[in-house]
Structure formats: C-alpha cells, structure tokens
T-cell receptor
Framework: KNEVEQSPQNLTAQEGEFITINCSYSVGISALHWLQQHPGGGIVSLFMLSSGKKKHGRLIATINIQEKHSSLHITASHPRDSAVYICAVNTSYDKVIFGPGTSLSVIP | EAGVVQSPRYKIIEKKQPVAFWCNPISGHNTLYWYRQNLGQGPELLIRYENEEAVDDSQLPKDRFSAERLKGVDSTLKIQPAELGDSAVYLC???????????FGEGSWLTVV
C-alpha cells in the first residue's frame, strides 16, 4: 500500500463544475503540499498545509490531521485548470513522499 | 526573485556517455532536492541536501549517479555512464528548510538513445 494515495486517478469535468481531489496518507506528517504540473511543464506549489484550510483564488485546500486526509477543491473550473495535481507530504522524519497524481481535464 | 534555475533544459545523449545537470536554488534556501520523474509518474527523490550535507541519498544509484553541493548553494547531478532507463526529467527543488513550501525548477529532460 502506498503511503500517499490520491483519488480519483483521472478526472474529466465540464467547465464551471466544482472539482474535488482527495489525498489520504498513512504516515505521520509535519506538512502536506498540493502541487500542480501542466503537461510538459514544471511543478508549481499551490498550498502547504499543516492544519485547517487555505484558500487562494478559486482553489481551496483542507486537511484533517486526525483522519489523515486532505482535499483540494476547484470552484468554477476552467480549461486552464487542466493539469496533474499532486499531493505530497513531509513526513515526521523529514522525507517528502509524493502521491501518484490526479490527472484533471476540464472541457469547455 | 528568481526561481530555481536548472540547465540544460534538454539533453539527448548516447548510452554509456556521461551527462551532468546543474541547479541554482532560490537564494537563501538551505534545502535542495534532486528528483527523477518518469512519464506519467510522480517525482522520486534521488538526494536531499541540507546546506552542503547530503542528508538523504538512500535512493541515489551510487554506481552511476553522483551529486555535489559545494558551498551549500549550487548543485550538480552527474550520471556516468548513462543507460537507456535513465531517460526521464530530472527536477531540482529547494525550500528554506523542511517542512516548507517547495519550489521546483523547470526540469532537465534527458533522453538516452
């Protein structure tokens, strides 16, 4: 079993839809990251969370430490949101473990 | 502020040849990572530096890969000799210290033929 899992693996949405990507982990963590990678592009950090909720524009990230679960929400999705979204955690022993990624495609 | 800078962006070499990648992290960032990313997969850590010390190189294939971070700033990753299976994107990233926001470079795309 992978230490960081994401669901769904692939997601197709219509423009304007509300999107949720989930991340669950099985190790102790000091922080959780949500990253975005466009095809052929570099990786961009969207959020770093250790508790609660953060919002940036149309993106919202939440984390529940007790349940070892985080969600990334995209409101009013747009084709430019099409990318791979990666959940990664800083473990309690300072390793960074990446999830497998969720490939999102937003159709106009 | 400049981001993490990597070079070269693209490299095509024949197998058994050497190759080197260079990374300049964001100024002041103590932690530097080298990752390898294969197509359709997430990044896998090769080595992590805290300043000039390699604190995690457990996943670095030491028979052919080497890395250094002189003076705790720039870093180079070398492969010698390269194999076909080394074709991947080599990503450098940095952060102030762990845990903290991780900033990635654009990556160095290696194709071994």
């Amino acid at each position: 079993k992978n230490e960081v899992e994401q669901s769904p693996q692939n997601l197709t949405a219509q423009e304007g839809e509300f999107i949720t990507i989930n991340c669950s982990y099985s190790v102790g963590i000091s922080a959780l990251h949500w990253l975005q990678q466009h095809p052929g592009g570099g990786i961009v950090s969207l959020f770093m969370l250790s508790s609660g909720k953060k919002k940036h524009g149309r993106l919202i990230a939440t984390i529940n430490i007790q349940e070892k679960h985080s969600s990334l929400h995209i409101t009013a999705s747009h084709p430019r949101d099409s990318a791979v979204y990666i959940c990664a955690v800083n473990t309690s022993y300072d390793k960074v473990i990446f999830g497998p990624g969720t490939s999102l495609s937003v159709i106009p | 502020e400049a981001g993490v800078v990597q070079s070269p962006r693209y490299k095509i070499i024949e197998k058994k040849q050497p190759v080197a990648f260079w990374c300049n992290p964001i100024s002041g960032h103590n932690t530097l990572y080298w990752y390898r990313q294969n197509l359709g997969q997430g990044p896998e850590l090769l080595i992590r530096y805290e300043n000039e010390e390699a604190v995690d190189d457990s996943q670095l294939p030491k028979d052919r890969f080497s890395a250094e971070r002189l003076k705790g700033v720039d870093s180079t990753l070398k492969i010698q000799p390269a194999e076909l299976g080394d074709s991947a994107v080599y990503l450098c990233a940095s952060s102030l210290r762990t845990p903290n926001t991780i900033y990635f470079g654009e990556g160095s795309w290696l194709t071994v033929v």
